[in-house]
Structures are given as C-alpha cells and as structure tokens.
C-alpha cells in the first residue's frame, strides 16, 4: 500500500508569515496533486506536478515536486485568512490504466487576522 | 464548479439499515468515484467506475457495494450499515486520462 505522510498535520500562524508543508512518501508517484477544502465542501484541485524537481507557482503559493518523485511541498509565503484550510496532497500510482490518488492525511492551516 | 451533485448532503440512520448514497454528474466523464474522509485518515477509495456497469474495488470496500447504470449516475449503498461507516462521503469525477478529479460536496452520513 502506497502511503503519503503530510507535516504537519496542524498549522496555526498569523498574517503575514510564511510557510511549508510537506508531502512525503517512499514510493514513486507519475504526478502530484495538491488540493484545498474548506468546511462543508469537497477538495479543490490547486495544482498537478509531473516532473521531478517541477516547480510550479499560483499567486503566494509554491510547489515543488521531489527529484524523486517521492515528495513534494508546497510554500506559502505572506500568508492570509483566506489561505486558511484543509491542505491535501496526492499521488497517482505508477504503471495505472488511469488514475488512482492516493491522498496524504491532510495539513490544516489556520490564518488569523 | 465541476456538475457534480451528491444526494442527500446528511443522513443520520441506524445499525443494520440499508443506505443508497447518490453521486450525479453533468459532465458525461468516464470515470467516477467513492471516498471517505475520516479524521487522521485523510480520503480513502471506497470503488470507482471506468464506465458504465463497470466497477472496481479500492482500498476500503468491504461492506460497500456500488451500480452504475447510466453514464451520469453512481451509487454507494451500504447493505447494512455500521456504526464504522460513519463518515464523510465524497463523489469524484475525471476524465480519460484521469487529471484531475473533481468532487462534490459531501455526504455526512451518521450511524446510530
């Protein structure tokens, strides 16, 4: 079973500060993904990694894909309320027909004011 | 949003009833799927489907089983279900080449 471990799993930080969270696995994925739920509502896809040392940038966030394609992060940098959520990554399974994710457990940022 | 609607958004029931959970989507993608979100365990593939009448297990499908009949149409039902069922139960949608999914809202689904 192919497992990704998030850190940290609780991240509670005022505006204005920066920030990473990590995504960790040892195993090789095809890609990356990292999404964003807020409560009551599903996860949202922010971003797809698929080559190893990809950088890739949306707005203050930054994410970066492990040479490896064992890990990845993603870096907040002047963070704000409306960053706050539950931060998921994802990898798709190598040598799959199609996709099947499997998701880390999830970093929960809080932002305040 | 990506046409995904999941009915009904709550259900409270008890042990050992049957429960049908609904995943709709206007999109006509290929592929859909079920999860479950629980604290510590982030989201777990219950089955998914790569088209219509055909469905495949994921990592938790025991006491789960799904249909799909239409294109636009998925359903989870659990037969009987467990106090360990209770949980937050998303559908997910993607296209052929499997990038992304897109999700629903949730189903928080609460057995007494």
């Known amino acids: 079973t192919q497992l990704l471990e998030q850190s940290p799993q609780f991240l509670s930080i005022q505006e204005g500060e920066n920030l990473t969270v990590y995504c960790n696995s040892s195993?090789?994925?095809?890609?990356l993904q990292w999404y964003r739920q807020e409560p009551g509502e599903g996860p949202v896809l922010l971003v797809t990694?698929?080559?190893?040392?990809e950088v890739k940038k949306l707005k203050r966030l930054t994410f970066q894909f492990g040479d490896a394609r064992k890990d990845s992060s993603l870096h907040i940098t002047a963070a704000q309320p409306g960053d706050t959520g539950l931060y998921l990554c994802?990898?798709?399974?190598?040598?799959?027909?199609?996709?099947?994710?499997?998701f880390g457990t999830g970093t929960r940022l809080l932002v305040s004011p | 949003d990506a046409g995904i609607t999941q009915s009904p958004r709550h259900k409270v029931t008890e042990t050992g009833t049957p429960v049908t959970l609904r995943c709709h989507q206007t999109?006509?993608?290929?592929?859909m799927y079920w999860y479950r979100q629980d604290p510590g365990h982030g989201l777990r593939l219950i089955h998914y489907?790569?088209?219509?009448?055909?469905?495949d297990k994921g990592e938790v499908s025991d006491g789960y089983s799904v249909s799909r009949s239409k294109t636009e149409d998925f359903l989870l039902t659990l037969e009987s279900a467990t106090s360990s069922q209770t949980s937050v139960y998303f559908c997910?949608?993607?296209?052929?080449?499997?990038?992304?999914?897109?999700f629903g809202d949730g189903t928080r689904l609460s057995i007494l």
């Open positions: 997910a949608i993607s296209d052929p080449l499997g990038q992304p999914q897109h």
């Open positions: 195993s090789v994925f095809s890609s």
């Open positions: 990694v698929v080559t190893g040392g």
């Open positions: 994802a990898g798709a399974a190598m040598n799959t027909g199609f996709q099947k994710l499997v």
């Open positions: 999109e006509n993608h290929r592929y």
């Open positions: 489907s790569y088209g219509v009448k055909d469905t």
